[in-house]
């Protein structure tokens, strides 16, 4: 099973990410994916999917029952009712960590040995205080990062004082994939995501997104229309990265250092000529310019 962990600042997205790179990911590859929401105190199953609030059961039962095995596993998920290859596990609204026993790291390597009998991916949707959480840190440790930065002055502060001690961890030093997110609707977004010198891809504010959550729709896919074409360009691209990574031989060399690195001064090549602007996969300071 590969591991694909969208971790990051508070705030900044990752949830959303999540959501679509799973819901993208299983309708591309017709493979079964899990998507583990691994924050208990505002459970994503509670306010994104209430219409299945009674389904499936908890993400703290299971992980802290002893010798589960894969039928109570599958009891526990919450499957998407449209697409049979996508299911979901997290904690629910009326529970949290502190109403189980306290996890540790071999009940979260039995929990993933177990997904594996049944899913090729698994998407974990990390906790920014990963060093409170086994599954953030698992993830971090054994799959690929997607390190998903708002647009914002404070997430660049909580890189500053977070992204070194992640360099123990192999999925994020050698596998990470740079990610800024503006999950507001402003303008200014760009020229504060300059100050992270250089990130791979840009994801732009959706208000199809934005109207899927206020209408409790976001388990539907996500159609490409002109207000998100941009959104779902950079999704399409990143899905397609983390899938050639995940099947290539090559999947352990090093990759781009982390946010706040200094980033070569060398244009990256356009994998495909159009004339649509696209902002992602391009340096910052290049945007910035375009901008201005």
Known sequence: MEVITVWGSPGGGKTTLSLE?????????????VLIFTEDQASPLSYLFPSLNKEGGSLGKIITMAG???????????????????????YRSEDSKRSYPEVVEPQVIDLFVTLGQKF??????????????????YGLRYGSCVMVGGGDLKSIAFFNGTTAMLQDFTGFRDNVIQV???????????????????????FPYSMDIQMAYLEETSIKSLKQTKRNREFVDALSQLSQELLQEENSVQKNKKRKPGFLAKQPKKERIKKEKTSKRKLFKIPFRK????IE
């Open 68 to 90: 589960f095995d894969q039928e109570e596993l599958l009891k526990t998920l919450v499957n998407h009712p449209k697409n049979k290859y996508l299911a979901f596990l997290g």
């Open 180 to 202: 800024l997110n503006n999950p507001w609707d402003f303008d200014s977004w760009l020229l504060v995501g300059d100050k992270y010198g250089g990130v791979d891809y840009a």
């Open 21 to 33: 790179l799973a819901k993208h990911i299983s309708e591309k590859t017709k493979e079964n994916v």
């Open 120 to 137: 090729k991916y698994a998407i974990i949707d990390g906790q920014s205080s990963f060093h409170n959480d086994w599954i953030t840190q």
């Open 287 to 290: 945007a910035k310019e375009e």
